[in-house]
């Protein structure tokens, strides 16, 4: 069974910079597309960012500049660089691997809170 484990949320001044892991396990890693998806309460689920198997990556408009997105295939571990955080940034923080529209995995979730 696919295993998307998150890890690196937490509570965090505005401003202030956060790094988000998913280890993966049990699938080919280097051949999924890996991405970041976030749910603030009473909103939908948004793209945040993801990255190809190629390493292109596809990023949030209001994310721009500020998240990175990077994959490590020896480690089977995609990243997501948070910084110069923004209240509106908190939501829970899943991780998702994806081969096509119908082959899709799931993390559990992580929490990213940022308030002073």
């Known amino acids: 069974q696919v295993q998307l484990v998150e890890s690196g949320g937490g509570l965090v001044q505005p401003g202030g910079s956060l790094r988000l892991s998913c280890a993966a396990s049990r699938i080919i890693f280097s051949s999924y597309t890996m991405g970041w998806y976030r749910q603030a309460p009473g909103k939908q689920r948004e793209s945040v960012a993801t990255i190809t198997s190629g390493r292109s990556t596809n990023y949030l408009d209001s994310v721009k500049g500020r998240f990175t997105i990077s994959r490590d295939n020896t480690k089977n571990t995609v990243y997501l660089q948070m910084n110069s955080l923004k209240p509106e940034d908190t939501a829970v923080y899943y991780c998702?691997?994806?081969?096509?529209?119908?082959?899709?995995?799931w993390g559990q979730g992580t929490q990213v809170t940022v308030s002073s």
């Open positions: 998702n691997a994806a081969r096509s529209s119908t082959i899709s995995h």
